[in-house]
C-alpha cells in the first residue's frame, strides 16, 4: 500500500506492521470490527453478509465456537474464521467441522440464533431483518440454508501453504470455500487494514458466482422463488423503461432487480426514494437510511415538524414511521393491487411514476434543509 506525495509527485510506501505489533487481538478487535461493520468483509466477497451470530457454540455435544457466522442474499450459511497474523495449520479442519454443523441448521433455528444475537447487541426482530435482508415481501417465501450449500471464509494477514492447497481442493470439489488476506499499515499514528481476496481472484469468483447462479436457478425446489425474481425483473425494466422515456434523470444509472424494492437517488447520501413491489401491493417512500440512528431521527423530526404543510403540498395524507426501534426512518404511500396481474402493470407503472414526481417536488428541498440542520448541529 502507498501514500501519494503530492509535493514530491512521487509514490511512498507504507510501513506494513501486523497486528500484534500494533497491539490488537483476535477476538477483541478484528472480531469485533467485522462483526460491527460487515460491509468491509461484504464488498472485499462481492456480496453483502448479514452477520447473525458471533463466538457460536450451540453445537450439540461440543463446546466449540465459530467466530462469526452470517447469512449470504441467496440465504445460505456463511462460516467465518479468523486469524490475526498467521492462518494456523488447523483452521481449515476447524471450519469444516463448524460448516457440517451448520449445515443442519434449520430455519427456526437460525431465526433464534440470530435473535439472541439482537437481543445481546440492541434489539431488533429477527425475522423482520432477515426478510428485508433477502428481499422477500413475505416469511413464509424466505428459504434459509437450503441443501449443502454452506460457504466458508478464512481471514487472516498470512495464509500457510497447507491452507491455500487445501482451500484450492475445497473449491475444485464445489465448496464455496476462499481466504481473505487482511494485512495492518502504519500510517503515523494511525494503522490501516487492508482487506484483498486471494482465492480466488475476484475475476475467477465473478465467473464462479455466475455458475453458481445458473445452478441455483434450475432447482425446481427453488422455482417459485426464480419465478418471482423474473416477475420484479420484468416488471422494473418495464418501469425504468417508461421513466426513461420520460427523462427522469434519477434512474439513468439503474438496471431491473430481482428484489422488491428499487432505490433511486435524491442527491443526499443516504437517503433515497424507494419503490416496492410486493405480491399484493405497491408502494413509494422516502428513505432516510443514513448511518447512524439518532441522525436519521433527528432528520425525521424536522421534517415532521412541517408534516401539515408537505402532506397538503403532496396532496394527499402520506404514512409518516419513525420506527424507533430501527435505524432508519421513511415516509411513504402505497396502493394495494394484483401485482401477478401484468395486465394491472401499466396502471401500477402510472400510478408509481405520479408519486415519484410529487415526492420528489415536494421533499427535496425540505430534506436538503433537514439534513442540513442535523449536519451543522442545530438540531
Same mark, same amino acid.
Given at each position: ?193 487492508? =482487506?484483498?481476496?486471494? +482465492?480466488? $481472484?475476484? #475475476? !475467477? ?5 455466475? @455458475? %453458481? ?119 411513504? =404511500?402505497?396502493?394495494? +393491487?394484483? $401485482?401477478? #396481474? !401484468? ?5 401500477? @407503472? %402510472? ?29
Amino acid at each position: 500500500m502507498f501514500q501519494v506525495d503530492r509535493p514530491a509527485n512521487r509514490l511512498r510506501r507504507l510501513a506494513r506492521t501486523t497486528f500484534s505489533d500494533a497491539g490488537f487481538t483476535e477476538r477483541g478487535h478484528l472480531q469485533e470490527w467485522l462483526a460491527a461493520g460487515p460491509d468491509a468483509l461484504g464488498q472485499t466477497l462481492g456480496d453483502d453478509l448479514l452477520i447473525i451470530q458471533k463466538e457460536f457454540d450451540g453445537f450439540d455435544g461440543t463446546r466449540e465456537r465459530l467466530d462469526l457466522l452470517a447469512l449470504d442474499r441467496q440465504g445460505q450459511l456463511v462460516v467465518i474464521e479468523n486469524k490475526l497474523d498467521d492462518s494456523g495449520r488447523d483452521v481449515v479442519w476447524q471450519a469444516l467441522k463448524y460448516a457440517a454443523y451448520c449445515s443442519s441448521l434449520k430455519k427456526a433455528e437460525i431465526v433464534d440464533i440470530f435473535q439472541r444475537y439482537l437481543d445481546r447487541s440492541g434489539g431488533g426482530d429477527a425475522t423482520e431483518t432477515i426478510r428485508e435482508f433477502l428481499g422477500e415481501d413475505a416469511w413464509e417465501e424466505v428459504i434459509l440454508n437450503a441443501g449443502n450449500d454452506q460457504r466458508i471464509v478464512f481471514i487472516a494477514a498470512n495464509f500457510r501453504r497447507e491452507v491455500t492447497a487445501t482451500v484450492l481442493w475445497l473449491r475444485e470439489h464445489g465448496i464455496d470455500a476462499r481466504c481473505i488476506r487482511v494485512v495492518p499499515y502504519r500510517f503515523g499514528e494511525e494503522v490501516l487494514v487492508d =482487506l484483498q481476496q486471494v +482465492i480466488p $481472484t475476484p #475475476e !475467477a469468483a465473478d465467473y464462479m458466482i455466475r @455458475i %453458481a447462479q445458473k445452478e441455483t436457478e434450475q432447482k425446481s425446489a427453488l422455482g417459485a422463488r426464480d419465478n418471482r425474481h423474473d416477475r420484479r425483473m420484468a416488471f422494473w425494466d418495464e418501469l425504468l423503461s417508461e421513466m426513461r422515456s420520460q427523462n427522469i434523470q434519477a434512474v439513468s444509472g439503474l438496471s431491473p432487480s430481482k428484489y422488491y424494492w428499487l432505490n433511486t437517488s435524491v442527491g443526499i447520501t443516504g437517503c433515497s426514494i424507494t419503490f416496492h413491489f410486493l405480491k399484493d401491493q405497491i408502494g413509494i417512500q422516502l428513505e432516510i437510511k443514513r448511518p447512524t440512528q439518532a441522525e436519521n431521527k433527528r432528520i425525521f423530526d424536522n421534517l415532521e415538524k412541517g408534516q401539515s404543510e408537505l402532506d397538503t403540498a403532496f396532496g394527499e395524507p402520506l404514512i409518516w414511521e419513525r420506527k424507533d426501534a430501527k435505524v432508519r426512518s421513511h415516509i411513504r =404511500l402505497h396502493l394495494p +393491487i394484483d $401485482t401477478k #396481474e !401484468a395486465d394491472n402493470w401499466p396502471e401500477m @407503472i %402510472a400510478w408509481m411514476i405520479d408519486k415519484w414526481r410529487r415526492v420528489e417536488s415536494t421533499f427535496s428541498e425540505p430534506l436538503r434543509e433537514a439534513v442540513a440542520r442535523v449536519e451543522g448541529g442545530r438540531s
